[in-house]
């Protein structure tokens, strides 16, 4: 189709269907309609083996993970272990269910799609939202945050105050981010904010920003123009809402490289013991070697080192070393 802007992929990388057929999906779409972009809703595991089920999901993760890196434009990170955590510390939930994690996943969607479906002045097609958020091809990888959360009518917030410039304030909060990193340390590449609310003033959120560029609450990177955008969103109607305005943030922050080394050191730890490889042996992509695995560790260690290098000043000539040796 001529007005086709591209593919949302929704999955999980950790199990078999989630890594597998999402992993051939993408590597289909990529093949059939290169230049049509792909945005996925990546799902990452909880780390924590008490609430782990899946013994090889460092194995998936990381296959997974090569192909999210190579063949998709956009990937929207939905930690597992985030989720929990900010189902109790901030929904006040001692024991969530599957189905009120999927809620804050199905919030996050919804609110990030808002000015997809509520067409308004910019960032109304899905390219001009992801490119202003993806500066550089490997660094594609966006963290979300979303205040005030509430399920709802039986969860709770602790959110009062809900003017453009708290809600501002709370999206960059390492607590309200759904990706298990540091966004103290490290810096913003870019960062979308996607207010919604009835009536919100244009001169607010001005305000705003500028008062956040006075306290030096964000720190961008050194090499290139940043800073945060803010698109003005219609709710909907729909949905009834008890707080004037909600915000959430799509973010590039180079903190993501913490969350993919962990995963690394959690593949390096069971691929050393050569563990749980008997039921890959079986697959015709592992008959002859594992080869397969080191190439995906590859990718994903340079994918680590690029967010590392998005922090230093001479990003711009990261990668030409390596490129001059080879040559």
């Not at 990452?44 to 083996?49: I, L, M, V, Y």
């Not at 609110?111 to 490997?138: C, F, H, K």
Request: charged share 20%; glycine share 8%.
């Amino acid at each position: 189709s001529d007005s086709l802007e591209g593919f949302v992929m929704c999955h999980s990388i950790a199990g078999g269907t989630g890594s597998g057929m999402g992993s051939y999906l993408l590597e289909k779409l990529n093949d059939h309609f290169p230049k049509k972009l792909i945005q996925t809703y990546s799902v990452f595991p909880n780390w924590d083996h008490s609430q782990s089920d899946v013994v090889v999901q460092p194995y998936n993760s990381l296959l997974t993970l090569k192909r999210l890196t190579l063949n998709a434009d956009c990937v929207v990170v939905l930690d597992n272990t985030a989720l929990n955590r900010i189902a109790v510390d901030r929904l006040r939930l001692s024991n969530p269910t599957v189905d009120q994690l999927n809620g804050i996943v199905a919030t996050i969607m919804a609110a990030s799609t808002t000015t997809l479906r509520y067409p308004g002045y910019m960032n109304n097609d899905l390219i001009g939202l992801v490119a202003s958020l993806v500066p550089t091809p490997r660094c594609h990888f966006l963290m979300t945050g979303y205040t005030p959360l509430v399920l709802d009518e039986a969860t709770h917030t602790a959110v009062r105050k809900t003017t453009v410039l708290d809600v501002m304030r709370r999206l960059t909060q390492t607590a309200n981010v759904m990706v298990s990193a540091n966004t103290r340390a490290g810096c913003y590449i870019a960062i979308l904010n996607i207010i919604q609310g009835d009536g919100v003033d244009p001169a607010e959120v001005h305000g705003a920003l500028q008062r956040m560029r006075e306290r030096n609450l964000v720190r961008f990177i050194p090499w290139g123009p940043a800073g945060i955008q803010v698109a003005l969103a219609r709710r909907s109607p729909h949905v009834p809402s008890a707080h004037r305005v909600s915000g959430c943030m799509l973010a590039n922050h180079t903190g993501m490289a913490g969350l993919f080394a962990g995963m690394l050191g959690q593949y390096d730890r069971i691929r050393r013991r050569s563990a749980f490889l008997d039921n890959y042996r079986k697959e015709p992509m592992f008959e002859s070697d594992l080869d397969e695995f080191d190439n995906a560790r590859e990718v994903v260690q340079g994918l680590v080192d690029e967010y590392r290098a998005c922090e230093r000043p001479d990003y711009v000539s990261f990668g030409c070393e390596k490129k001059q040796l080879e040559g």
